[in-house]
């Protein structure tokens, strides 16, 4: 299979949202009134270009034939320890406000370590409560940063 | 001139001068290295601790912070790709790329010297040209900007690693990004959806440290050549600075991005970014080896680093003279000035003589400073790599989350730098490089605001060609439009053009 | 070397490490018993910045010599520092200091963001920001009328510049070249350095920007007109608008501060008390003095009544500039 056609929802994707962006700014309003330019009128040319580009990027994918595609070097990939980082990521945008920073770390450190990079549990443990230490003294102490506390240790002061 | 540099000399070497620099330039570097807590949090912490001192030593610790900033911030793009602010992103291009290759010494060292360098041939120009910079920067309003900026979007396109066109989708969807927010003529809100953190904007903190470190730690979840170990732990320490070789290849390098840097550096709207990567570009369309550009140059890295530093000095003179703060730590110094009593303006050579050279000749001593610190320092920020990559990943995710967190105290930071990490490892696994985006971004809103300014000052594009220097300008876009066109078309010809880069991990 | 930096980083911070650390511990027994912070919406080094920092170092001899300490929230265009306050405890320990001619033209202009009458509690007023009519200085003009002839008997419309749309300084000016039917022609730039540059520069024929502005460069620009109801105490020399014969809807904006609306009237009445003492320091006059701006001290009912006005009076000039724009 070709590997650049699997590629071609990229340029599509982008493609599709300059040209959504173009027809409703568009449809909204005229680009200059009185002879001033309007907040739509960058917008407007830069959706252009970008559709432009996006089809030229994705005709040049059509054309160039299955040999002229470099073929990347061969390489193991780990998809469960990437899904285990963007766990992590997903947990830290959401939880970060209601669980705290420290107390985040406390939870998702070990698990992202035993489970995604297959760290021994004792040293897992013991990185995590040495980072959260560096990190609650850095921030908290010395630099005076209000990192979020959540609403556990909130209620305790 | 050597009156004022002897003058600017007594005041800078003054013992609490020296002090104030030498605090200023530490507390820099340790900020620049923190991703997030940058500068203008930092002084105003520190704003009623300089309430004590006299004018020029307050502005001699602000200057001190500020420089170390820069510098501070291209340490984390090399070491793991996470820059600390807009003027390092050009960093990471090739620093970090050096860093894979076991040269993070290398690229940590010139980019000290080359700052070094580009420091103090930027003071020296300073001395030299400062009474007549009021008179150098006039030609130069909204037309001449927007020239200007368009000059360099289109050098954005030839940044990256993934062929002009894709960096033309990726330049281009920087350019809309940079339409979100509050308009800047009309003052309403676009593209905000109602988010009150929107309004100013997506924080190019996020975007840069989203788009580079995280996607860059996702990649390194993803698949790392454990064999190739990122050629971290091989590191001997005789291997720490920049060999001969380097020397040879940067030292022009430097030469051009000083004089780049303090030339674009005089002119307050032009933004640090600008030009750093203006002097990036520069140095690979100059390059006999352009294809090394993105994977390791060092020219790359020399380059930029001496630009910014030379432009970062190169920004006190309209920032003292005509009181245009050319960033926002300028602009944060400005106030601190305000405080103090001294009016910035052009008076404040006459009236304040004291502050003007001392400022200036404290940068040759904040240089020295910053010299001398930074540089033992490269051994022990190299070490850092040799922690096993299944600690320092996890490590350097939790330095960006907190990084994101602390530029501002605020959730949707965070959540602003995780989206844009999902993208850029998106972007890459498709083979697009997300480097321009970052560019186009920073340059979009110079370029928007002052284009929409200068078609209303003209009553249309006339105004371009009116005026000398934008019509200079415009015409050197022209030509660089038709240079890539010709290039274009005779690689298609060849057929060379079908060929993309496939997958960049 | 690092530590070093850390030391004089702790120093620095110590500051606002204690309130931070106080703020959790601390118990109101008697009020203030731990440090203030006061809330700024703009980035440090700016009129608004220099206000706080001036009352921040007056304040605390008339606060059992309980710390005030700056906070800068800059962002949303000033609103995110004003919701954080809204968002505080209503104890009197976060105040919020805001222009507030700033705030009421937000609302209208941009639809949202706190009503400051409403949403919040009046502290006092402790000074206030006037916009200027400025030209160059060799302009042919010797006051607003003569001024105001050449304007008029322009066959294009005249440029002039201001410090971005929906600031107090855009509404005012173009609130006295509306009444006045002008044929002007406004280009916005981001803060009055541009907008004075784009002056010297000789990009537009005028500017309005404030007062506190005109500082360091009197050799280039000067002022025909202050809009105010009195003349600048920095530039005793230039008329206001209503000693030149013009009417003009618009005057000056006050620099107000607030607490959350559900504080103590009690606690607010102390604050105010103290203001009140702080503003009539040399600390604070001086410290306004160096950065050109006025002191102008106004009770919490005061306060409130302006607030209250301009809301009333200004809202229809703001929709009407909104909508010709």
Request: proline share 6%.
């Amino acid at each position: 299979m070709n590997i650049a056609r699997t590629r071609l929802w990229l340029p599509s994707a982008l493609g599709a949202i300059a040209s959504a962006t173009f027809v409703a700014l568009h449809l909204d309003r005229p680009w200059i009134v009185a002879g001033e330019p309007t907040p739509i009128l960058v917008p407007c040319l830069v959706s252009l270009v970008l559709l432009a580009a996006c089809l030229i990027d994705a005709a040049i994918m059509i054309a160039r034939t299955p040999a002229a595609v470099r073929s990347r070097e061969h390489q193991k990939f780990d998809h469960a320890r990437l899904a285990w980082y963007l766990a992590s990521l997903l947990a830290f945008a959401v939880l970060l406000k209601y669980v705290g920073f420290i107390p985040l770390v406390a939870i998702v450190f070990p698990l992202l370590l035993v489970f995604g990079e297959r760290v021994p549990l004792h040293k897992a443990v013991l990185i995590t409560v040495v980072t959260g230490l560096v990190v609650y003294l850095v921030f908290e102490r010395l630099l005076a940063v209000d990192l979020p506390h959540g609403v556990l240790i909130s209620a305790w002061f | 001139m050597f009156e004022n540099l002897i003058l600017g000399l007594d005041v800078a070497t003054m013992p609490v001068n020296l002090g104030m620099a030498l605090i200023g330039a530490a507390i820099g570097t340790a900020i620049g290295v923190l991703p997030g807590l940058g500068p203008v949090a930092t002084i105003s912490i520190l704003m009623p601790v300089t309430f004590q001192l006299a004018p020029a030593s307050a502005i001699i610790m602000l200057c001190g912070i500020y420089l170390g900033a820069m510098y501070g911030g291209s340490i984390t793009s090399i070491l793991v790709n996470v820059p600390g602010e807009s003027a390092s992103v050009v960093t990471c291009l090739d620093g970090h790329q050096m860093a894979k290759n076991g040269r993070a010494g290398a690229a940590l060292g010139i980019a000290a010297f080359g700052s070094f360098i580009g420091g103090i041939l930027a003071t020296i120009g300073l001395l030299l040209l400062a009474p007549a910079i009021p008179q150098l920067t006039r030609g130069f309003g909204p037309p001449e900007y927007a020239m200007l900026v368009l000059a360099g979007l289109l050098l954005v396109t030839q940044v990256g690693t993934s062929g002009t066109i894709r960096s033309l989708i990726m330049a281009f969807a920087g350019l809309m990004l940079a339409t979100v927010g509050t308009d800047p003529i009309s003052g309403e809100q676009r593209f905000t959806f109602g988010f009150t953190f929107l309004y100013d904007g997506i924080g190019i903190v996020p975007l840069a440290i989203g788009l580079f470190g995280v996607a860059e730690l996702l990649s390194l979840a993803l698949g790392r050549n454990e064999t190739q170990k990122l050629q971290y732990e091989k590191l001997k320490v005789r291997e720490l600075l920049p060999s001969r070789a380097e020397w040879r290849r940067s030292a022009p390098a430097i030469g051009r991005g000083s004089v780049i840097g303090f030339l674009l550096g005089l002119l307050p709207g032009a933004g640090m970014s600008l030009v750093s990567f203006v002097a990036y570009t520069i140095e690979k369309a100059l390059s006999r080896r352009p294809a090394e550009f993105g994977r390791g140059a060092i020219e790359g890295v020399a380059g930029p680093e001496t630009a910014n530093n030379a432009g970062s000095q190169a920004a006190f003179a309209p920032m003292l003279t005509l009181g245009l703060p050319s960033s926002p730590t300028m602009g944060v110094i400005m106030g601190a000035l305000m405080i103090h009593g001294v009016a910035v303006g052009p008076q404040l050579i006459t009236r304040n003589p004291d502050v003007f050279w001392g400022v200036i000749a404290s940068m040759l001593i904040s240089n020295l400073i910053l010299i001398v610190l930074n540089v033992p320092l490269i051994s022990i920020f190299v070490r850092l790599l040799k922690v096993p990559s299944s600690l320092l990943v996890p490590l350097i995710m939790l330095f960006v989350v907190v990084g994101a967190y602390t530029i501002d105290n605020q959730i949707e930071d965070v959540w602003m730098t995780l989206l844009f990490g999902v993208v850029g490892f998106l972007l890459r696994r498709c083979g697009f490089d997300p480097a321009p985006m970052v560019l186009a971004y920073v340059l979009g809103g110079i370029f928007e605001r002052s284009l929409r300014q200068s078609l209303i000052l003209g009553d249309g594009v006339g105004i371009f060609l009116e005026r000398p220097v934008s019509a200079v300008l415009m015409l050197v876009c022209v030509a660089m439009v038709l240079v890539v066109l010709v290039r274009t078309v005779l690689r298609f010809r060849s057929g060379a053009a079908l060929v993309q880069e496939a997958d960049q991990t | 070397m690092i530590r070093t930096g850390r030391r004089a980083f702790l120093a620095g911070a110590a500051g606002a490490g204690t309130t931070l650390l106080l703020a959790r511990s601390g118990w109101a027994d008697e009020f203030p018993s731990k440090a203030l912070e006061i809330i700024v919406g703009q980035p440090p080094g700016g009129g608004t910045d220099t206000y706080a920092r001036a009352i921040a170092a007056s304040l605390p001899s008339f606060l059992n010599n309980q710390a005030v300490v700056v906070v800068n929230r800059p962002g949303g265009n000033g609103v995110l520092a004003m919701e954080q306050v809204m968002a505080s405890p209503a104890d009197g320990y976060t105040l919020s200091l805001t222009s507030a001619g700033t705030a009421v033209i937000k609302q209208v202009w941009d639809g949202n963001g706190p009503d400051l009458a409403v949403d919040m509690k009046p502290v006092a007023t402790i000074g206030r920001y006037a916009s200027c009519i400025v030209v160059n200085k060799d302009a042919p003009y010797a006051n607003m009328q003569e001024w105001m002839t050449a304007v008029e008997s322009s066959s294009k419309p005249v440029l002039w510049s201001h410090t971005g749309r929906g600031s107090i300084h855009h509404i005012a000016g173009q609130a006295l070249l509306t009444n006045y039917e002008l044929p002007t022609r406004d280009v916005p730039f981001q803060g009055a350095p541009d907008a004075r540059n784009a002056l010297m520069n000789g990009e537009v024929e005028f500017s309005v920007f404030g007062t506190q502005n005109l500082t360091g460069f009197e050799e280039q620009v000067r002022s025909l007109g202050v809009i105010s109801d009195a003349r600048d105490p920095f530039l005793s020399d230039v008329p206001t608008m209503a000693e030149q014969g013009l009417e003009t809807p618009l005057l000056f904006t006050p620099i107000m501060l607030h607490v959350p609306k559900d504080t103590d009237p009690g606690i607010v009445g102390e604050i105010e008390a103290a203001v009140r003492q702080a503003c009539d320091t040399d600390v604070y006059k001086q410290a306004t003095q160096v950065a050109g701006l006025p002191v102008w001290f106004q009770s919490s009912a005061d306060t409130q009544a302006w607030t209250e006005r301009a809301k009333e009076n200004w809202t229809p000039i703001i929709e009407e500039i909104k909508a010709r724009t």
